[in-house]
């Protein structure tokens, strides 16, 4: 009987395909079994270049959008393009804003009910989406400060028969005289931050240069209305 070198690679043809599958079978469900991998965020009252691991997840613009409709999905694509761009920092803004109100002003603030808000004017929403996008960050800059001061006052236990002094939340756009040192100091951490997303963000060059070239007290880039300094 002549031997086929043909015929032979024929006969085994199934059994190498069947091999292949199982192979492929097996590596897919080890795979699975791999733990997930997980972002990264904030840690809550800490420098924000320390982080903390947390579950992945996927985009959703939680926090509270208040405004038309208009002003609501300019806010929700302007988050997205953060998500998208950098998850640490949109995680960022989660952690120290609760909602983002379409007002007649541009700044942050803590209202009544003790939340941390930032108000955007239509002025400033409707600028570009990553202009939004960068104004959301330097605003959630000052949250972070202002809470983080905050908390660090609310750790100090009085002594015995000694009053707990309650300090009111201070604009801070609109600073006493004697801390305008570090207001400066503060809105100089706001635009390098807000700086640092538009580079992120892929944001038209001539919106980074207005940043880059700010001057040190030009606060109109990222305040309007009643929350701008006179």
């Known amino acids: 009987m002549k ?6 690679l024929l006969a085994f043809l199934p059994l190498i395909f069947i091999t292949a599958a199982v192979f492929y079978y097996v590596r897919e469900q080890k795979n699975e ?6 972002n990264v965020l904030f840690k809550l009252n800490e420098n ?4 903390i691991e947390t579950e992945d997840y996927k985009y959703k613009a939680s926090l509270e959008i208040k405004g038309d409709d208009k002003f609501k999905e300019q806010i ?21 804003i609760f909602e983002i109100r379409q007002e007649n002003k541009t700044c942050f603030y803590i209202d009544s009910d003790n939340k941390p808000v930032i108000g955007i004017s239509d002025d400033m929403a409707y600028k570009s989406l990553t202009w939004t996008a960068g104004i959301i960050a330097h605003n959630s800059w000052h949250g972070y400060k202002e809470i983080a001061k905050k908390e660090k006052k ?12 309650m300090i009111p939340f201070q604009n801070l756009v609109s600073p006493p005289p004697q801390s305008f040192d570090e207001f400066l100091n503060s809105e100089k951490e706001a635009y390098d931050f807000q700086l640092e997303i538009l580079e992120k963000i892929g944001a038209p060059k ?8 700010r001057d040190p ?11 701008l300094v006179k």
């Open 154 to 165: 609310e750790d100090k236990i009085p002594l015995p028969g000694e009053k707990k002094e």
């Open 76 to 96: 929700k694509q302007s988050l997205k393009l953060i998500w998208l761009s950098d998850k640490d920092s949109f995680s960022f803004i989660k952690k120290y």
């Open 206 to 213: 001539n919106e980074i240069k207005k940043i880059k070239n």
């Open 217 to 227: 007290k030009d606060f109109s880039l990222s305040h309007d209305g009643s929350c």
């Open 3 to 8: 031997f086929s070198v043909k015929g032979a």
């Open 33 to 38: 079994d791999k733990t997930p991998k997980k």
């Open 48 to 51: 924000p270049k320390e982080k």
